[in-house]
Protein backbone atom coordinates (compact mmCIF):
# COMPACT_ATOMS: atom_id res chain seq x y z
CA UNK A 1 0.00 0.00 0.00
CA UNK A 2 1.07 3.47 -0.92
CA UNK A 3 0.59 6.45 1.40
CA UNK A 4 -1.09 5.04 4.33
CA UNK A 5 0.18 5.44 7.59
CA UNK A 6 0.06 3.00 10.28
CA UNK A 7 -1.41 5.30 13.05
CA UNK A 8 -5.28 5.62 13.41
CA UNK A 9 -7.14 8.57 11.69
CA UNK A 10 -10.05 10.94 13.05
CA UNK A 11 -10.57 13.50 10.36
CA UNK A 12 -12.43 16.35 11.63
CA UNK A 13 -12.43 20.28 12.14
CA UNK A 14 -12.75 20.58 15.49
CA UNK A 15 -10.01 22.01 17.46
CA UNK A 16 -10.18 19.96 20.60
CA UNK A 17 -10.67 16.33 20.07
CA UNK A 18 -10.73 13.76 17.29
CA UNK A 19 -14.51 14.07 16.41
CA UNK A 20 -14.79 12.94 12.75
CA UNK A 21 -16.03 15.07 10.27
CA UNK A 22 -19.29 14.06 8.79
CA UNK A 23 -19.43 13.92 5.07
CA UNK A 24 -21.24 17.37 3.99
CA UNK A 25 -20.04 18.84 6.75
CA UNK A 26 -22.71 20.56 8.84
CA UNK A 27 -24.51 23.88 8.39
CA UNK A 28 -23.11 25.56 11.53
CA UNK A 29 -19.76 25.34 10.35
CA UNK A 30 -19.94 27.29 7.58
CA UNK A 31 -21.50 30.28 9.17
CA UNK A 32 -20.15 33.60 10.84
CA UNK A 33 -20.84 32.60 14.08
CA UNK A 34 -18.64 29.56 13.71
CA UNK A 35 -15.72 31.68 12.68
CA UNK A 36 -16.15 33.95 15.29
CA UNK A 37 -16.17 30.94 18.06
CA UNK A 38 -13.33 29.46 16.53
CA UNK A 39 -11.01 32.58 16.34
CA UNK A 40 -12.98 33.19 20.46
CA UNK A 41 -11.83 29.60 21.31
CA UNK A 42 -8.06 29.55 19.84
CA UNK A 43 -7.52 32.77 21.98
CA UNK A 44 -8.78 31.36 25.12
CA UNK A 45 -5.23 30.68 25.90
CA UNK A 46 -3.40 29.85 29.84
CA UNK A 47 -0.15 28.89 30.47
CA UNK A 48 -2.25 26.28 33.11
CA UNK A 49 -3.76 24.69 29.81
CA UNK A 50 -0.63 23.74 28.01
CA UNK A 51 1.42 21.91 30.28
CA UNK A 52 0.26 17.68 31.14
CA UNK A 53 2.22 15.62 28.94
CA UNK A 54 0.84 11.94 28.10
CA UNK A 55 3.82 9.27 27.58
CA UNK A 56 2.77 8.62 24.07
CA UNK A 57 3.79 12.09 23.05
CA UNK A 58 6.21 12.86 25.11
CA UNK A 59 7.86 9.09 23.50
CA UNK A 60 6.77 10.70 20.45
CA UNK A 61 8.57 13.86 20.35
CA UNK A 62 11.70 12.50 22.31
CA UNK A 63 11.02 14.56 25.63
CA UNK A 64 12.41 13.27 29.04
CA UNK A 65 9.42 12.47 31.16
CA UNK A 66 11.03 11.85 34.58
CA UNK A 67 11.63 14.66 37.07
CA UNK A 68 12.24 17.71 34.54
CA UNK A 69 11.86 20.95 36.78
CA UNK A 70 9.69 24.31 35.96
CA UNK A 71 11.88 26.98 36.09
CA UNK A 72 10.50 30.43 36.73
CA UNK A 73 12.04 33.42 34.67
CA UNK A 74 12.12 36.51 37.23
CA UNK A 75 10.24 38.47 34.56
CA UNK A 76 9.15 38.76 31.30
CA UNK A 77 12.52 40.22 29.57
CA UNK A 78 14.94 38.54 27.06
CA UNK A 79 17.44 38.82 29.70
CA UNK A 80 15.46 37.17 32.07
CA UNK A 81 13.66 34.70 29.80
CA UNK A 82 17.66 33.82 28.08
CA UNK A 83 18.62 33.47 31.94
CA UNK A 84 16.25 30.88 32.73
CA UNK A 85 16.69 29.15 29.53
CA UNK A 86 20.98 29.08 29.98
CA UNK A 87 20.17 27.48 33.67
CA UNK A 88 17.45 24.54 32.44
CA UNK A 89 18.13 21.32 32.08
CA UNK A 90 17.10 18.55 29.10
CA UNK A 91 13.08 18.89 29.60
CA UNK A 92 12.60 21.78 31.73
CA UNK A 93 9.59 23.79 31.47
CA UNK A 94 10.83 27.29 31.67
CA UNK A 95 7.98 29.50 32.75
CA UNK A 96 8.00 33.69 31.91
CA UNK A 97 4.95 35.55 33.65
CA UNK A 98 3.15 38.22 32.85
CA UNK A 99 4.03 41.43 31.70
CA UNK A 100 4.72 43.22 28.31
CA UNK A 101 8.30 42.93 27.10
CA UNK A 102 10.52 43.53 23.74
CA UNK A 103 12.74 41.01 22.61
CA UNK A 104 15.43 42.18 19.96
CA UNK A 105 16.99 38.25 20.39
CA UNK A 106 16.84 35.29 22.29
CA UNK A 107 17.89 31.28 21.86
CA UNK A 108 16.56 28.05 22.69
CA UNK A 109 19.94 26.01 22.45
CA UNK A 110 20.98 22.37 21.14
CA UNK A 111 21.40 19.71 23.36
CA UNK A 112 18.71 20.18 25.30
CA UNK A 113 15.02 20.35 25.01
CA UNK A 114 13.19 23.51 26.31
CA UNK A 115 9.45 24.01 27.11
CA UNK A 116 9.22 27.85 27.00
CA UNK A 117 5.71 28.94 28.35
CA UNK A 118 4.11 31.86 28.82
CA UNK A 119 1.13 32.77 30.79
CA UNK A 120 -1.14 32.89 27.98
CA UNK A 121 -1.92 35.43 24.88
CA UNK A 122 -2.98 38.82 26.43
CA UNK A 123 -1.17 37.86 29.47
CA UNK A 124 2.39 37.55 28.58
CA UNK A 125 2.45 40.10 25.89
CA UNK A 126 5.87 40.47 23.95
CA UNK A 127 6.75 42.58 21.08
CA UNK A 128 9.84 41.15 18.54
CA UNK A 129 12.00 43.46 17.17
CA UNK A 130 14.47 40.48 16.23
CA UNK A 131 14.69 36.76 15.48
CA UNK A 132 13.55 34.40 18.28
CA UNK A 133 16.27 31.32 17.27
CA UNK A 134 15.10 27.86 18.24
CA UNK A 135 17.82 25.57 17.24
CA UNK A 136 17.09 21.57 17.37
CA UNK A 137 19.28 18.68 17.26
CA UNK A 138 18.25 14.83 17.16
CA UNK A 139 16.06 14.01 20.04
CA UNK A 140 16.44 17.55 21.78
CA UNK A 141 13.36 19.64 20.35
CA UNK A 142 11.37 22.63 21.69
CA UNK A 143 8.28 24.18 22.27
CA UNK A 144 6.87 27.71 23.01
CA UNK A 145 3.66 28.14 24.12
CA UNK A 146 1.47 30.89 26.04
CA UNK A 147 2.01 34.23 24.32
CA UNK A 148 0.92 37.12 22.75
CA UNK A 149 3.75 38.50 20.16
CA UNK A 150 3.30 41.45 18.25
CA UNK A 151 5.45 42.39 15.34
CA UNK A 152 7.40 44.91 15.88
CA UNK A 153 9.68 45.22 12.74
CA UNK A 154 9.65 44.33 9.15
CA UNK A 155 11.61 42.05 7.31
CA UNK A 156 11.11 40.03 10.24
CA UNK A 157 11.78 36.37 10.11
CA UNK A 158 9.93 36.17 13.71
CA UNK A 159 10.53 32.40 15.25
CA UNK A 160 12.75 30.65 13.50
CA UNK A 161 13.09 26.70 13.58
CA UNK A 162 16.04 25.10 12.39
CA UNK A 163 18.08 22.34 13.15
CA UNK A 164 17.58 18.46 13.00
CA UNK A 165 14.31 16.95 15.02
CA UNK A 166 11.27 15.69 15.27
CA UNK A 167 8.90 17.07 17.93
CA UNK A 168 9.23 20.46 17.62
CA UNK A 169 6.06 23.12 18.38
CA UNK A 170 4.68 26.19 18.35
CA UNK A 171 1.19 26.73 19.71
CA UNK A 172 -1.41 28.05 22.11
CA UNK A 173 -0.23 31.56 20.76
CA UNK A 174 -0.99 34.79 19.47
CA UNK A 175 0.56 37.06 16.72
CA UNK A 176 -0.19 40.03 16.11
CA UNK A 177 0.45 42.56 13.19
CA UNK A 178 -0.77 46.37 13.53
CA UNK A 179 1.48 48.57 11.97
CA UNK A 180 1.54 48.30 7.75
CA UNK A 181 5.05 49.69 7.85
CA UNK A 182 6.34 46.67 9.20
CA UNK A 183 5.85 44.71 5.75
CA UNK A 184 7.81 41.49 4.58
CA UNK A 185 7.58 39.70 7.82
CA UNK A 186 7.36 35.62 8.18
CA UNK A 187 6.00 34.67 11.76
CA UNK A 188 7.06 31.14 11.36
CA UNK A 189 9.90 29.70 10.00
CA UNK A 190 10.41 26.01 9.36
CA UNK A 191 14.48 26.59 8.03
CA UNK A 192 16.48 23.57 7.14
CA UNK A 193 18.52 25.31 5.01
CA UNK A 194 20.15 27.54 7.37
CA UNK A 195 22.00 25.57 8.91
CA UNK A 196 22.08 22.89 6.41
CA UNK A 197 22.87 19.77 9.15
CA UNK A 198 19.23 18.01 8.33
CA UNK A 199 15.27 18.21 8.68
CA UNK A 200 13.22 19.77 11.18
CA UNK A 201 9.50 18.13 11.58
CA UNK A 202 7.42 20.58 12.95
CA UNK A 203 3.79 21.03 14.75
CA UNK A 204 2.28 24.35 14.32
CA UNK A 205 -1.31 24.51 16.51
CA UNK A 206 -4.03 26.08 17.93
CA UNK A 207 -2.75 29.76 17.72
CA UNK A 208 -4.43 32.98 15.71
CA UNK A 209 -2.15 34.63 13.39
CA UNK A 210 -4.05 37.95 13.10
CA UNK A 211 -3.54 41.80 10.89
CA UNK A 212 -5.51 44.98 11.66
CA UNK A 213 -3.71 46.59 8.68
CA UNK A 214 -3.12 43.87 5.76
CA UNK A 215 -1.61 40.41 5.60
CA UNK A 216 1.74 38.67 6.55
CA UNK A 217 3.45 35.22 5.52
CA UNK A 218 2.33 33.18 9.30
CA UNK A 219 4.11 30.05 8.03
CA UNK A 220 7.29 29.54 5.57
CA UNK A 221 8.96 26.48 4.71
CA UNK A 222 12.43 26.21 3.17
CA UNK A 223 13.24 22.50 2.52
CA UNK A 224 16.65 21.16 2.20
CA UNK A 225 17.33 21.51 -1.19
CA UNK A 226 18.14 25.25 -1.07
CA UNK A 227 21.21 27.02 -2.93
CA UNK A 228 23.61 27.34 -0.20
CA UNK A 229 23.84 23.37 0.18
CA UNK A 230 23.50 22.28 -3.70
CA UNK A 231 20.50 21.17 -5.08
CA UNK A 232 18.93 17.22 -4.55
CA UNK A 233 16.45 14.89 -5.59
CA UNK A 234 13.26 14.78 -3.49
CA UNK A 235 13.53 12.50 -0.80
CA UNK A 236 10.85 9.59 -0.97
CA UNK A 237 7.09 10.49 -0.79
CA UNK A 238 6.10 11.75 3.01
CA UNK A 239 2.29 11.37 2.34
CA UNK A 240 0.33 10.28 5.00
CA UNK A 241 3.17 10.04 7.10
CA UNK A 242 5.24 11.96 10.29
CA UNK A 243 7.84 13.12 8.32
CA UNK A 244 5.84 16.94 7.62
CA UNK A 245 5.34 20.09 9.08
CA UNK A 246 1.65 19.96 10.52
CA UNK A 247 -0.39 22.69 10.40
CA UNK A 248 -3.58 22.48 12.52
CA UNK A 249 -6.37 24.04 13.96
CA UNK A 250 -4.77 27.59 13.56
CA UNK A 251 -7.16 30.70 12.75
CA UNK A 252 -5.66 32.89 10.52
CA UNK A 253 -7.50 36.52 10.22
CA UNK A 254 -5.96 38.67 7.94
CA UNK A 255 -7.92 42.43 7.65
CA UNK A 256 -7.12 42.84 4.22
CA UNK A 257 -4.85 41.01 1.99
CA UNK A 258 -2.56 43.88 0.67
CA UNK A 259 0.33 41.44 -0.22
CA UNK A 260 -1.06 38.50 -2.77
CA UNK A 261 2.75 37.29 -3.05
CA UNK A 262 2.32 36.09 0.83
CA UNK A 263 -0.37 33.61 1.88
CA UNK A 264 -0.56 31.93 5.46
CA UNK A 265 1.66 29.05 4.43
CA UNK A 266 4.32 29.02 1.81
CA UNK A 267 6.39 26.66 1.20
CA UNK A 268 9.97 25.83 -1.31
CA UNK A 269 13.04 24.14 -1.96
CA UNK A 270 11.58 20.79 -1.30
CA UNK A 271 9.46 21.08 1.67
CA UNK A 272 6.41 18.93 2.94
CA UNK A 273 3.90 20.17 5.02
CA UNK A 274 0.19 18.99 6.00
CA UNK A 275 -2.30 22.35 6.56
CA UNK A 276 -5.69 21.35 8.34
CA UNK A 277 -8.68 22.23 10.17
CA UNK A 278 -7.57 25.76 9.91
CA UNK A 279 -9.34 29.00 9.10
CA UNK A 280 -8.76 31.41 6.97
CA UNK A 281 -9.97 34.84 6.35
CA UNK A 282 -8.65 37.08 3.55
CA UNK A 283 -5.23 35.42 2.43
CA UNK A 284 -4.58 31.71 0.71
CA UNK A 285 -2.43 28.58 0.63
CA UNK A 286 0.26 28.66 -1.28
CA UNK A 287 3.93 26.38 -2.20
CA UNK A 288 6.15 27.04 -5.03
CA UNK A 289 6.74 24.91 -7.88
CA UNK A 290 10.04 23.62 -9.74
CA UNK A 291 11.26 26.72 -10.84
CA UNK A 292 11.91 27.67 -7.00
CA UNK A 293 14.47 25.12 -6.20
CA UNK A 294 13.04 21.95 -7.07
CA UNK A 295 9.42 23.09 -5.45
CA UNK A 296 7.33 21.20 -2.95
CA UNK A 297 7.21 17.66 -3.19
CA UNK A 298 4.13 17.10 -1.04
CA UNK A 299 0.98 18.78 0.15
CA UNK A 300 -2.10 17.69 1.70
CA UNK A 301 -4.71 20.27 2.65
CA UNK A 302 -8.15 19.12 3.30
CA UNK A 303 -10.24 19.63 6.17
CA UNK A 304 -10.08 23.54 6.51
CA UNK A 305 -12.59 26.52 6.22
CA UNK A 306 -11.39 29.59 3.49
CA UNK A 307 -13.10 33.08 3.57
CA UNK A 308 -12.71 35.51 0.88
CA UNK A 309 -14.57 38.55 1.66
CA UNK A 310 -14.84 42.36 -0.09
CA UNK A 311 -11.47 42.98 0.99
CA UNK A 312 -8.94 39.97 -0.20
CA UNK A 313 -7.38 40.73 -3.96
CA UNK A 314 -10.38 38.59 -5.71
CA UNK A 315 -13.67 38.74 -3.77
CA UNK A 316 -14.39 35.55 -5.66
CA UNK A 317 -12.03 33.50 -3.73
CA UNK A 318 -9.42 32.92 -6.55
CA UNK A 319 -6.58 31.56 -5.60
CA UNK A 320 -7.77 30.75 -1.87
CA UNK A 321 -5.04 27.28 -2.88
CA UNK A 322 -2.50 28.39 -4.93
CA UNK A 323 -0.19 25.64 -6.01
CA UNK A 324 2.25 27.04 -8.34
CA UNK A 325 3.36 23.23 -9.77
CA UNK A 326 5.24 20.72 -8.19
CA UNK A 327 5.25 17.63 -6.73
CA UNK A 328 2.02 15.29 -5.09
CA UNK A 329 -1.03 17.20 -3.99
CA UNK A 330 -4.12 15.66 -2.13
CA UNK A 331 -6.74 18.66 -1.81
CA UNK A 332 -10.38 17.26 0.23
CA UNK A 333 -13.04 18.05 2.57
CA UNK A 334 -12.29 22.36 2.68
CA UNK A 335 -15.14 24.22 2.59
CA UNK A 336 -15.17 27.73 0.40
CA UNK A 337 -17.16 31.40 1.23
CA UNK A 338 -16.47 34.05 -1.09
CA UNK A 339 -18.84 36.97 -2.44
CA UNK A 340 -18.84 35.60 -5.33
CA UNK A 341 -18.28 32.37 -6.59
CA UNK A 342 -15.10 31.93 -9.20
CA UNK A 343 -13.88 29.35 -10.94
CA UNK A 344 -10.05 29.46 -9.58
CA UNK A 345 -10.43 28.78 -6.14
CA UNK A 346 -8.04 25.85 -6.00
CA UNK A 347 -5.59 27.02 -8.94
CA UNK A 348 -2.85 25.27 -9.82
CA UNK A 349 0.18 26.80 -12.25
CA UNK A 350 3.31 25.56 -14.30
CA UNK A 351 5.59 27.82 -14.80
CA UNK A 352 8.12 24.96 -17.00
CA UNK A 353 4.94 24.66 -19.24
CA UNK A 354 5.73 28.53 -20.69
CA UNK A 355 8.82 30.52 -22.18
CA UNK A 356 10.35 30.86 -19.39
CA UNK A 357 11.53 34.40 -20.45
CA UNK A 358 7.73 36.12 -19.98
CA UNK A 359 7.33 32.91 -17.31
CA UNK A 360 10.36 34.42 -15.33
CA UNK A 361 11.56 30.11 -14.60
CA UNK A 362 15.31 29.98 -14.37
CA UNK A 363 16.48 26.81 -13.21
CA UNK A 364 15.72 24.23 -16.19
CA UNK A 365 14.29 25.30 -19.39
CA UNK A 366 10.82 25.22 -20.96
CA UNK A 367 9.80 21.52 -21.20
CA UNK A 368 9.04 21.58 -25.00
CA UNK A 369 11.02 18.04 -25.86
CA UNK A 370 14.53 19.52 -25.56
CA UNK A 371 15.20 18.67 -21.89
CA UNK A 372 17.21 15.56 -21.00
CA UNK A 373 15.78 16.57 -17.54
CA UNK A 374 12.70 15.67 -18.76
CA UNK A 375 10.38 12.07 -19.82
CA UNK A 376 9.78 13.26 -23.21
CA UNK A 377 7.51 11.03 -24.50
CA UNK A 378 6.54 10.47 -28.37
CA UNK A 379 5.40 11.82 -30.59
CA UNK A 380 7.26 15.07 -29.25
CA UNK A 381 4.59 17.08 -31.29
CA UNK A 382 1.88 15.25 -28.57
CA UNK A 383 3.65 15.51 -25.59
CA UNK A 384 6.02 18.77 -25.77
CA UNK A 385 8.48 16.29 -22.89
CA UNK A 386 6.19 14.90 -20.96
CA UNK A 387 6.52 14.02 -17.82
CA UNK A 388 8.24 17.21 -17.07
CA UNK A 389 10.84 16.81 -14.31
CA UNK A 390 9.06 17.21 -10.80
CA UNK A 391 5.96 18.61 -12.36
CA UNK A 392 2.67 18.46 -10.99
CA UNK A 393 1.58 15.12 -10.43
CA UNK A 394 4.86 13.54 -9.85
CA UNK A 395 7.22 12.12 -6.56
CA UNK A 396 10.51 11.22 -6.64
CA UNK A 397 12.39 10.09 -9.37
CA UNK A 398 9.40 11.50 -11.60
CA UNK A 399 7.33 8.79 -10.80
CA UNK A 400 3.80 8.92 -11.69
CA UNK A 401 1.40 10.66 -8.51
CA UNK A 402 -1.33 11.78 -9.68
CA UNK A 403 -3.05 15.10 -7.90
CA UNK A 404 -6.41 13.60 -5.82
CA UNK A 405 -9.27 15.89 -5.13
CA UNK A 406 -12.34 14.87 -3.43
CA UNK A 407 -15.40 17.12 -1.59
CA UNK A 408 -14.09 20.27 -1.76
CA UNK A 409 -17.38 22.64 -2.10
CA UNK A 410 -18.62 26.05 -1.20
CA UNK A 411 -19.81 26.23 1.85
CA UNK A 412 -23.64 28.13 1.51
CA UNK A 413 -24.53 25.80 -1.90
CA UNK A 414 -22.52 22.38 -1.56
CA UNK A 415 -21.29 22.96 -5.47
CA UNK A 416 -18.24 21.58 -6.14
CA UNK A 417 -14.82 23.56 -6.05
CA UNK A 418 -13.08 22.01 -8.91
CA UNK A 419 -8.96 22.02 -9.72
CA UNK A 420 -8.49 25.21 -11.93
CA UNK A 421 -5.31 24.82 -14.25
CA UNK A 422 -4.23 28.13 -14.35
CA UNK A 423 -2.56 29.46 -17.77
CA UNK A 424 -1.78 33.68 -17.61
CA UNK A 425 1.11 32.88 -20.56
CA UNK A 426 -0.30 30.58 -23.11
CA UNK A 427 1.28 29.23 -26.48
CA UNK A 428 2.19 25.58 -27.23
CA UNK A 429 3.05 23.67 -24.92
CA UNK A 430 1.05 25.29 -21.72
CA UNK A 431 -0.38 23.78 -18.72
CA UNK A 432 -3.22 21.73 -20.43
CA UNK A 433 -0.73 19.79 -22.40
CA UNK A 434 1.17 18.90 -19.43
CA UNK A 435 -1.12 18.32 -16.59
CA UNK A 436 -4.37 16.22 -18.00
CA UNK A 437 -7.18 15.16 -16.33
CA UNK A 438 -7.71 11.50 -15.58
CA UNK A 439 -4.15 10.95 -16.12
CA UNK A 440 -2.44 13.57 -13.99
CA UNK A 441 -4.92 14.16 -11.93
CA UNK A 442 -8.44 13.13 -10.48
CA UNK A 443 -11.30 15.47 -9.50
CA UNK A 444 -14.52 15.35 -7.50
CA UNK A 445 -17.39 13.40 -8.98
CA UNK A 446 -20.00 14.31 -6.70
CA UNK A 447 -22.76 12.59 -8.09
CA UNK A 448 -22.74 9.51 -10.20
CA UNK A 449 -19.18 8.14 -10.05
CA UNK A 450 -19.04 4.74 -11.71
CA UNK A 451 -15.56 4.62 -11.28
CA UNK A 452 -14.13 5.32 -14.95
CA UNK A 453 -12.97 9.34 -14.22
CA UNK A 454 -12.52 11.31 -11.25
CA UNK A 455 -12.90 11.04 -7.46
CA UNK A 456 -15.77 9.92 -5.89
CA UNK A 457 -16.97 9.46 -2.19
CA UNK A 458 -18.80 7.44 -0.28
CA UNK A 459 -18.86 3.97 2.05
CA UNK A 460 -16.49 1.57 1.18
CA UNK A 461 -19.43 -0.72 0.16
CA UNK A 462 -20.56 1.71 -1.83
CA UNK A 463 -17.47 1.50 -3.70
CA UNK A 464 -18.04 0.58 -7.42
CA UNK A 465 -16.82 -2.77 -8.56
CA UNK A 466 -15.42 -1.82 -11.98
CA UNK A 467 -12.83 0.93 -12.30
CA UNK A 468 -10.51 2.72 -15.42
CA UNK A 469 -6.63 3.13 -14.46
CA UNK A 470 -3.99 4.77 -16.29
CA UNK A 471 -2.88 2.48 -18.89
CA UNK A 472 -0.13 4.04 -19.91
CA UNK A 473 2.17 4.22 -16.87
CA UNK A 474 1.79 2.66 -12.97
CA UNK A 475 0.77 4.56 -10.41
CA UNK A 476 -2.46 6.27 -11.71
CA UNK A 477 -6.11 5.23 -11.72
CA UNK A 478 -9.41 6.74 -10.70
CA UNK A 479 -9.46 7.64 -7.09
CA UNK A 480 -12.51 6.28 -4.12
CA UNK A 481 -12.28 8.12 -0.71
CA UNK A 482 -13.86 5.59 1.33
CA UNK A 483 -15.65 7.53 4.20
CA UNK A 484 -15.90 5.00 6.80
CA UNK A 485 -12.03 3.83 6.81
CA UNK A 486 -10.91 7.11 5.94
CA UNK A 487 -9.10 5.71 3.06
CA UNK A 488 -8.33 6.83 -0.43
CA UNK A 489 -8.44 4.29 -3.05
CA UNK A 490 -7.00 3.68 -6.28
CA UNK A 491 -7.95 2.12 -9.38
CA UNK A 492 -4.27 0.08 -10.00
CA UNK A 493 -5.73 -1.83 -12.78
CA UNK A 494 -8.90 -2.71 -14.42
CA UNK A 495 -11.64 -3.34 -11.49
CA UNK A 496 -8.81 -3.51 -9.22
CA UNK A 497 -8.89 -0.81 -6.20
CA UNK A 498 -5.57 -0.76 -3.73
CA UNK A 499 -5.32 1.27 -0.87
CA UNK A 500 -3.75 4.57 -1.61
CA UNK A 501 -3.78 7.18 0.82
CA UNK A 502 -4.38 7.54 4.17
CA UNK A 503 -4.06 10.63 6.57
CA UNK A 504 -1.83 10.72 9.66
CA UNK A 505 -3.24 10.57 13.04
CA UNK A 506 -5.56 13.55 13.46
CA UNK A 507 -4.89 15.32 16.00
CA UNK A 508 -1.57 15.18 15.79
CA UNK A 509 0.10 13.08 18.91
CA UNK A 510 2.09 15.76 20.06
CA UNK A 511 -0.78 17.58 21.06
CA UNK A 512 -1.21 15.27 23.45
CA UNK A 513 1.89 16.56 25.04
CA UNK A 514 -0.01 19.40 26.56
CA UNK A 515 -3.30 20.95 25.19
CA UNK A 516 -5.92 21.75 27.54
CA UNK A 517 -5.32 19.18 30.40
CA UNK A 518 -4.94 21.73 33.84
CA UNK A 519 -1.77 22.20 35.61
CA UNK A 520 -1.28 20.82 39.34
CA UNK A 521 1.35 23.54 40.86
CA UNK A 522 4.52 22.48 40.31
CA UNK A 523 6.09 20.69 43.47
CA UNK A 524 9.95 21.59 41.72
CA UNK A 525 9.21 24.97 40.69
CA UNK A 526 12.28 27.39 41.14
CA UNK A 527 13.35 30.83 39.96
CA UNK A 528 15.90 31.73 37.80
CA UNK A 529 18.60 34.17 39.54
Known amino acids: MEHLSSHSVAIGNSSSGSRSRPHGFEQATKSEDFLTAKIAMSNMVGWKHVVIGLAAAISFAGWPSAHAATIGATNCSASAVSAAIASANNGDTVTVPAGNCTWNSLSLPTGKSINLLGAGAGITNITVTGAIAATCSSGFPHRISGFRFTIGAGGLQMVNMRGNCSGMRFDHNEVLHTNASFSGTDAVVVNDCNLGTGRVYALIDHNTFRSTVGNFRAVLMIGPTCPEFGKREWQSSTMGTANNVFIEDNVFDFYQNTDQGSGVVDANYASTFVFRNNTVINSSIKAHGVCNAEGTPSKEIYNNTLVANSRYTWPDGTRLIHDQGSGELMVFGNRFTAVTKGGAAISLLHYRSADPGVAGCTLLPRCNGNSAADGNWL ?25 YLWDNQWADTGGVVPLNLNDPWGGTPNIRTHVVANRDFYDYVKTGFDGTVGTGVGTLANRPATCTTNSNEAGGGAGYWATDNQTLYRCSATNTWVAHYRPYTYPHPLTLAGGTTPLSAPGNLRLSP
Not at 385 to 401: D, F, I, T, V
Open 379 to 403: PATSFYGYPCYHQPGRKSMNALSPI
